[in-house]
């Protein structure tokens, strides 16, 4: 079956950065574009990053443009978002998800496959 398993969450000071990684297993995963999502307590679930399946192309939500990178290797099966600049708005739980198909993605509704979720807190 599919999974997807996050990890290198956790608590950072604002200003600071983390790495997210994202094992993809049971698909082919060149077949998938990838995203990152979070949600805060209380709030929906938001886009923050996806790739195109050869990570050629990437698309950003506004609030973290300019501070976190999204990458992919195909030979790992692996996503990844480097997150810099953290901010407390930041906090939230992160899922990373797959949607089906080459091109990117940005709405939940998009994607069949997610994640656990990490949790990322940022202390102000």
């Known amino acids: 079956q599919v999974q997807l398993v996050e990890s290198g969450g956790g608590l950072v000071q604002a200003g600071g950065s983390l790495r997210l990684s994202c094992a993809a297993s049971g698909l082919t995963f060149s077949n998938y574009a990838m995203g990152w999502f979070r949600q805060a307590p209380g709030k929906e679930r938001e886009f923050v990053a996806c790739?195109?399946?050869?990570?050629?192309?990437?698309v950003y939500a506004d609030s973290v443009k300019g501070r976190f990178t999204i990458s992919r290797d195909n030979a790992k099966n692996t996503v990844y978002v480097q997150m810099s600049s953290l901010k407390a708005e930041d906090t939230a739980v992160y899922y990373c998800a797959a949607s089906y198909g080459l091109g990117y993605a940005n709405t939940v509704g998009q994607y069949r496959y997610w994640g656990q979720g990490t949790q990322v807190t940022v202390s102000s």
């Open positions: 790739i195109e399946w050869s990570g050629g192309d990437a």
